[in-house]
């Protein structure tokens, strides 16, 4: 079992539309837990750290529930500059544990 | 802005060459890696560095080498010992010791092209 795995998608939702992304681990050991966001080509980049408490930024939700090894990403009013691919990333001690990515794509 | 730069963006290499990649930071962070991207899989490892003059192999070292002889700087070479070296190539960089639950930030990248 990989020790972070994510739906590859793609996903295909219409604009406005809620969408929700999961990512499970199995590195107990992860300190921490962020969800980047990759354009085609392009490097990753930080959309939001995720607490076990949630946290909210703008349209976008983030989970991590360490009983049951997931996190989760809550995307709220698709807009159309939203597609792109979400990669969830695992922090611990001694390395970074990177998912391969959900891709979403928001259609017009 | 601070940032981490990667140059160049594109590279086409022949067979049997060695070529370099360009890698700086003016973030102040300690510590840097160099991680290798191919589609469909996750990021993968190449080489970290904690400090200068200092530097660890990572899960797919053969047939890479860096070096970090100062803190802002850390290139890597893609020797033509790589078997399969076309690849994108992204430098990062986070604050204090590597790794230890800090958020990691990437450079654009470099696309690397053997022909």
């Known amino acids: 079992r990989k020790e972070v795995e994510q739906d590859p998608g793609p996903f295909n939702v219409p604009e406005g539309a809620t969408v929700a992304f999961n990512c499970t681990y199995s590195?107990?050991?992860?300190?921490?837990f962020f969800w980047y966001r990759q354009d085609c080509r392009k490097e990753p980049k930080l959309l939001m750290s995720?607490?076990?408490s949630g946290n909210e930024d703008g349209r976008f939700t983030a989970q991590l529930n360490r009983a049951s090894q997931y996190i989760s990403l809550l995307i709220r009013d698709s807009k159309l500059s939203d597609s792109a691919t979400y990669l969830c990333?695992?922090?611990?001690?001694?390395?970074?544990?990177f998912g391969t990515g959900t891709r979403l794509k928001v259609l017009a | 802005d601070g940032g981490i730069t990667q140059s160049p963006k594109y590279l086409f290499r022949k067979e049997g060459q060695n070529v370099t990649l360009s890698c700086e930071q003016n973030?102040?962070?300690?510590?840097m890696y160099w991680y290798r991207q191919d589609p469909g899989q996750g990021l993968r490892l190449i080489y970290y560095?904690?400090?200068?003059?200092?530097?660890q192999k990572g899960d797919i070292a053969e047939g890479y080498s860096v070096s970090r002889e100062k803190k802002e700087s850390f290139p890597l070479t893609v020797t033509s010992a790589q078997k399969n070296p076309t690849a994108f190539y992204l430098c990062?960089?986070?604050?204090?010791?590597?790794?230890?639950?800090?958020?990691?930030?990437f450079g654009e990248g470099s696309w690397l092209t053997v022909v």
């Open positions: 990062a960089s986070s604050i204090g010791r590597p790794f230890s639950g800090n958020t990691i930030y």
């Open positions: 990333v695992g922090a611990g001690t001694y390395k970074y544990i």
């Open positions: 995720v607490y076990s």
């Open positions: 973030l102040n962070h300690d510590a």
């Open positions: 560095s904690q400090i200068v003059n200092d530097f």
């Open positions: 590195n107990s050991a992860s300190q921490s």
